[in-house]
């Protein structure tokens, strides 16, 4: 790790103390593991700090891990496009409750990355201006990319116009 | 004219189902209805080197109110399925589709909850070309197939028209003011 990240690794410490649950090295990508409570307040910090500005959000998504007890992953990649530094944020949330606080207000760019973990995982992102569908139709029931969907999906789920 | 030199003071006799075909058949105007990749072929067919109107029957029309075939080109998904649909209800009779592609014909390689498998499930198709994507030949003699369909056919041929429908209970909406009573 950078001196750089590590700083920022113990400055996220420093500031969110429990709630930074650890820290992940892999080929020189850092992934901050934080609880889902925290990831917005994480993102502000990250996007503010004076020593590494992260100025862009490439991306947020969501994972399945099916069958383990906090089964939805959620993951962002935030870049420092001025110190070349790239930093990853996961959290995960119980199946029961997919609820994670929406970053759109510290990066608008993740609006429509949000829409997405919404309409294929159903991960609800509280706070989020505009929280629709954004592939399926609206009034679709399910979220097709959580791994109990079926691959062929769901007969009758989906209308085709009368022959 | 040069009919006249041709038939001198004479006259032609024929069937008027003959004289319809053959003027159908030499006049279909393709509607293309590019969706994904089998599009950029279809664009490929009207280059010069494949060059579509060598059939002299190219008339690529953007507005299915002028054209006679539809050329689906593409993997059409569900939420496409009722663009199609649209269009194809717009498309003056008699009309005709191709499924250009193994995704039109059949869903090709997305065997997939958000995929259509086969156009054929909501409009009827007259020819399947395949491929994926198939080249401008490909489509070329699907389009000649076509061509022979078309000047079998017989003005007293009933167009497909859909049956008269009932309301629709699968959509949302409440059914009120909209569309003829």
Not at chain 1, 34 to 40: F, G, K, Y
Not at chain 2, 26 to 45: D, Q, V
Not at chain 2, 57 to 73: G, T
Not at chain 2, 131 to 143: A, T, V
Request: glycine share 8%; net charge neutral; proline share 8%.
């Amino acid at each position: 790790m950078t001196p750089l990240l590590n700083g920022l690794v113990e400055a996220l410490r420093a500031a969110f103390a429990d709630r930074v649950l650890g820290v992940e090295e892999f080929r020189g990508d850092v992934t901050v593991l934080a609880e889902a409570s925290a990831v917005a307040d994480i993102a502000g910090f990250l996007r503010d700090n004076p020593l590494c500005p992260f100025d862009l959000c490439e991306d947020v998504f969501a994972i399945d891990q099916y069958r383990t007890p906090r089964r939805f992953e959620v993951k962002y990649h935030f870049f420092a496009v001025r110190n070349r530094v790239r930093i990853h944020i996961k959290t995960a949330v119980d199946e029961g409750d997919p609820r994670v606080p929406s970053i759109a207000a510290v990066y608008p760019a993740a609006l429509f990355g949000e829409r997405e973990a919404f309409d294929m995982m159903g991960i609800v992102f509280t706070g989020h201006p505009d929280l629709r569908r954004i592939y399926m139709p609206e009034d679709f029931a399910y979220h097709p990319l959580r791994k109990d969907f079926p691959l062929m999906g769901i007969p009758g789920s989906l209308t085709l116009p009368e022959r | 004219m040069g009919l006249e030199s041709i038939f001198g003071e004479g006259y032609l006799t024929t069937r008027i189902d003959a004289l319809v075909a053959w003027a159908r058949k030499n006049s279909l105007w393709p509607m293309p209805m590019g969706i994904s990749c089998c599009a950029i072929e279809l664009m490929s067919a009207g280059d010069p080197r494949h060059d579509i109107s060598r059939f002299g029957m190219e008339v690529m029309r953007f507005s299915p109110r002028q054209s006679d075939v539809m050329i689906v080109a593409g993997t059409v998904t569900y939420k496409m399925a009722h663009v199609i649909r649209k269009i194809y209800d717009q498309m003056a009779e008699p009309r005709w589709v191709i499924a250009m592609g193994a995704c039109a014909s059949s869903g090709g390689m997305f065997r997939s909850y958000s995929v259509v498998q086969g156009i054929d499930q909501f409009i009827p198709v007259d020819v399947y070309v395949a491929g994926c994507p198939p080249r401008p030949e490909n489509l070329f003699h699907g389009l000649l197939e076509l061509r022979k369909k078309v000047g079998k056919s017989s003005v007293l041929d009933l167009p497909d028209l859909p049956p008269a429908r009932e309301k629709r209970s699968d959509q949302p909406g409440n059914g009120k003011g909209r569309g003829f009573a």
